[in-house]
């Protein structure tokens, strides 16, 4: 059949609609340039519609490079839900909480009664999962993630959160309180089984262990990390010899500078740990690959026939190494038993116009903006 087929891929960490910020339009920025040339002007523009045109675009991309699920944080997140809904894959959709305006709601309190209707709608058995995203330490005060913890315990529910990305974000808690973030979050007792702590590299050991303790999904985001040049590295060893569960994810496309294909994400994942660590045996393919499939319900074709599969090895065993250092083309992709994409195309979205969409609407978000 010219085929292999593995486990669907998936992504820990994303910010769907932002496939609305033009990924060549802040290359070379700084954080603060980035967010307050590039992406606060134009998100003060933002609405359901803009959330869904970006939306739709991303499915399209992650249907399109064999990932079945994605750990969203972002404004509207009924409109991106519905969207992955639609495409027929899986989300963790969260919703943002933050003590400052948002473009979909006023307060943090206007956010959270909104999920908490949400989390009180939905089956544990929906491919469609919402979750209660605290933006980070620093937009939120200590009520409002006691409150958003409440909530995820009531209803089983989980949190997602930026913690400890940056050097500035690490120094500024510890001025607050005296305390990490991983540590300040202890303290008050924020983290749930299941939290999911996206980029969680400007951390010490004793926070690796109490992630573990409290049984978090950590997100390497290297990409992101290392286009912005404020994030580090997170030290997977540490984390690994701690027992932490750690995924990758792609941030938004914005950010990352390599869109959503979370493949690509997963090779720099395992390049940067061996390179910042010097030691070439760090994270091999089927390392790697677990990473990004690990508990994946659902199942991708690859093209065999695809020339980064080449060479395959005297003993055909090269396909996984192939996949995850050169790419891959995936041909079919099947989620619960529905087929989203077959012999390249996809069956659940129609890609000309999503794109067509996408860049109509990239023309008025960007009007004024230089």
Known sequence: SNKVITRSLQNWHTHLAMQLNARDFSDGYTLDRWLNEAIFPTEAK????????????????????????????????????????????????????SDFALPSHPDAKSALDELDNMLKQQSSDDKIQYAIATHSVYLCSEDTLLRAA???????GR??????????????????????????????????????????SWV????????????????????????????GTLSLPAYVDAGVDVRIGTDGAASSGNGLNILNEARTAALVQRHDHWDPTLLPAKDVFTMVTKDSKDWVA?????????????????????????????????????????????????????????????????????
């Open 46 to 97: 933002l609405n359901p519609e803009y959330v869904r045109i970006g939306a739709t675009a991303a499915a399209a991309e992650l249907i399109a490079t064999g990932c079945s699920f994605a750990a969203d944080m972002y404004f509207y997140p009924a409109i991106t839900g519905n969207v992955l809904n639609d495409a027929g894959i899986r989300g963790l959709i969260g919703g943002p909480v």
């Open 302 to 370: 690859w093209d065999l026939k695809d020339i980064r599969m080449f060479p395959r090895g005297r003993s055909n065993n090269r396909h996984l190494a192939n996949l995850i250092f050169n790419g891959g083309n995936c041909l079919d992709m099947w989620v619960d038993g529905q087929a989203v994409r077959l012999h390249g195309e996809t069956q659940t979205i129609d890609e000309k116009m999503a794109l067509d969409e996408l860049d109509l609407a990239v023309d008025s978000y960007y009007e004024g903006i230089e």
């Open 150 to 156: 409440e909530l995820a315990e009531k209803r089983t």
């Open 204 to 231: 010490k050991k004793n926070e690796i262990r109490m992630l573990k303790n409290h049984g978090v999904t950590a997100v390497h985001c290297p990409s992101s990390n290392m286009k912005l040049a404020c994030g």
């Open 159 to 200: 949190l997602h959160i930026h913690v400890s990305e940056t050097r500035k974000e690490v120094a500024e808690c510890y001025e607050k309180t005296g305390k990490y973030p991983v540590e300040y979050l202890d303290s008050i007792d924020f983290f749930k089984p299941g939290t999911v702590c996206a980029h969680a």
